[in-house]
RNA sequence: GCCGCAGUAGCUCAGCUGGUAGAGCAAUUGCUUCGUAAGCAAUGGGUCGGGGGUUCGAGUCCCUUCUGCGGCACCA
C-alpha cells in the first residue's frame, strides 16, 4: 500500500496510508480532536471527515470554532435533518434539493397540503429529536443503477430526474442518518448532534417552481435560519427586526409621504411630505445634469403603436405595455397607443428633427421620463417595483470613439451623485456580447474596450459578465451597497448600436456622408420611486436636512411664546428652510416626542426664556443635547443646511 | 403569472366551535400653560376589501374577484 504525506498548518508533515480518512487523520492527533471535528481542508477544499484521501496534500481538520466550515455545514445538515424530519412525519411528501444560503437554507418539497405554521413547529421539534439522538452521519459512493434503483422503489421522481442530470459515469454519494438516506455532494457533519439544537429556526414557507422553470410543478419551500450558537441566531432575528423597521412602506406611513390603492395598483399617490423628497432629488439631479453637459427634455407619454412598431417594442415588449384605444372622430377603427414603458424611442425623433452634423455629437438629451410598464401582479413591492415611474433617463447620441470619454464622464457624475445621496460604495460590472446580437464585431469590440478602458482609467474595481449584455450592445451596471450591506441596482450605462439604426437616427459626418450615431442610454438613480425607497430604507427615514420633508418644526412652550414661534418660522422660510410651527396645547415632552418620531431632523423649542432672548433652543434628532442660539445665527445655520450639496 | 397567507375603525391589532363588532394609539371637545420621547377626562368613528351562495341567522362556512404580504418566475 502506498503512502502519502499530509502537511499540517503549523508545518508538521506526517506520513499516511493512501486512503486514510480525515477521521483517522484526526484521531492519530488526538481523540479529543476526533471528536470534536466535522470536516477538514484539503489543499483549499472543503473535505467530509469519511472521504479517503487518495494523495499527499495540505491538511487541516476544522472544528465548529471554524467559522466558515462550520456554519456551510450546520446549515446543510439542517436541511437533511429537516427533509428527513418532514418525512418522518409525513411519508408521502417527495423530497428534491435543498441548499444553503446566506443565514441559512431552504429545502423544496412536493406535497398536496400545504405546510401550515403549526406543521412548522412539529418540524422543529422532530428535528430536534434527530439531533439529540447524535446520530452518525455515514457516506459511501453508490454507482448510477443501484441509486436509481433505490429512488424507484421509494417513489422519488424528483431524485430520479437530479439523478439523470448528472453526467454518465460520475458516482453519486449517498449520505444517511437513522433510516433516511439522501444523495448528495457533501460533505457533512460527523454526526447530527454537531447541529446547534438551539441555533436553527424555521421561518417561512413559500411556493417556489422546481428547476426554477415556471412551467414546471409549483414545489413547497421551507426556509429556515442555522447558527453556531442560540446567540447567534437571536443577534441574526433582532438584525432582521431592525432591518423590519426600516421598511420604507412603514416609514412611508408614518412619515406620510405617499400611498397605494387598489383603484392604481403599483402607481404612487405622492403626499405633500414625500413630494417634497421627490422634488428636491429632481431638482438636485436637474443641476448636476445640467453642469455636466445634459439638455432637458420632455416627450409624450402616450404614443402611437406605429412608433412601437417600429422601435421593436411593440413585438419585444408588449406584454409589458399599457395599451390605450381612442375612438377617433369618423375613424372606423380604434386608434391604438401605449403609455411609454421607455423613453428611448421618443428621445430618438427629438434628434432626428433637423439635420444633425457630427459637430452636434455628442448630444445628450435627459428626460426625468415618466414611464408605465405593466409588472406582472407578484413582482410589485412597494416604491421598489411599481408601474408608474419615473426615470431620470438620459441618451448621449455620438460616436463609436466618443463612448470611452462619455462613459468615463457618466461614471464621475455617478459616483459624486451617490456620495452626495450618502452611498460610498459601489460595484460595476461589465456585461459583453451576448450569442445573439447586432452589429458587427468590430463595433462590439470598440464599444467593449471603449466602456472597460473608462473603468480602468478611474481605477475602479469592476467585474465582467461576459454574455450577459444585451442584444443590442454591451452595458455596466452599477449596484450601490446601503447602510445595513444590502445592495441595490441603480444606475446603468448601456451602448446601444440598433435602436438609432431602427428609427433611422443620422448624421453628417466629416466625409460629408450619413452615419447612424451610437445611443448611450444611461440612468444614475433608475427611477424616483424606487431610488427614494432606498434612501429611505438606507437612512431609516432620518433623511439628510436638505431632504428632509419637514425640516424644523418650531415648538412652543407655553402659549405665550406663539407669536415667537410665528415669527421663527417666517424668518426660516424667507430663508429657504421647510420649517413648520407646533403651537398645539401639549406638552413640550409630547412635541419632542411626535417629531422625533415624524423623523424632523431638528425642533426648535421656544419657552419665555428664548422669547426674552430672541433665542432658539435647537434639538437635532438622535440627539438629547440642547443648545441655545440666537435666532439669527439660526437662520444662517439652517438656511446653508438647507441647500443641496454644491458642486 | 404561480404557491401560500392576509384584508375588521385613520394606524396597530383582538373577535374560540356562526347568533347582528372590541382594545390601544390617533381624531374631536373640555380641563391643564406644563421646559425636551406620550398630562387628564369625555365624545364621535367600522357592517367587517367587492360580489355571490349556504343558513332562521355569517366578520366567522363555501364559491368568485380585487388588493396586499412572503417567496418563486419575470425585470428585452
Redesign the pocket.
Known sequence: MSQISLTFPDGNIRIYAAGVTAAEVAMSIAPSLAKAAISAQLDGAHWDLQWPIPQSAKISINTLKDEAPALELIRHDCAHIMARAVQEIWPDVKVTIGPVRDYGW?YDFDRAE????EDLGAIEAKMKQIINAREPVRTEVWDRARAIAYYEERGEPFKLELIARIPEGEDLRMYWHGGWQDFCRGPHLAHTGQVPADGFKL???????WL????RP????I?GLAFKNREDLKAHQLMLEEAAKR?H??IG??MELF?????A??MVFWHPNGWTIYRQLEDYMRGRQKAAGYREIRTPQVVDRVLWEKS??WE??RE?MFIVEVDEDGAKEKRINALK??N?PCHVQVFNQGLKSYRDLPLRLAEFGSCH?Y????????LM?VRGFTQDDAHIFCTVDQIQQECADFIELLSSVYKDLGFTKFDIKLSTR?DVRVGSDEVWDKAEDALQKAIERLALPYTINPGDG???GPKLDFKLTDAIGREWQCGTF?C?FNTPVRLEAEYVGEDGAKHSPVML?RAILGSFERFIGILLENYAGKLPFWLAPRQVVV???????DDFVTEIVTELRRAGVRAEADT???????????H??GKVPV??????????ERS????R??E?R?E?ISLASAIATFGLEALPPQH
Request: a neutral charge; proline letters at 5%; one cysteine or more.
Open positions: 431552504f400545504p405546510f401550515t405554521p421561518t417561512h414557507v413559500a411556493g417556489a417552481y426554477g422553470d415556471a412551467s409549483m414545489l413547497q419551500r426556509y421598511d412602506r412603514k406611513r408614518e400611498h397605494l390603492q387598489e383603484e395598483p403599483g421593436g417594442h419585444a415588449y409589458n414603458p421607455m428611448c410598464r409588472e406582472s401582479s407578484g413582482s410589485m413591492h412597494g417595483r451576448p444585451a442584444f443590442y448601456q446601444d442610454h415648538a412652543s412652550i407655553v402659549s405665550d411664546a398645539r396645547n401639549e406638552k413640550i415632552n409630547y412635541k419632542v416626542r411626535e422625533s418620531v425642533i426648535l423649542a421656544i419657552g419665555m426664556k428664548e422669547v426674552e432658539v433652543a435647537v434639538r434628532l438622535g438629547t440642547v441655545t
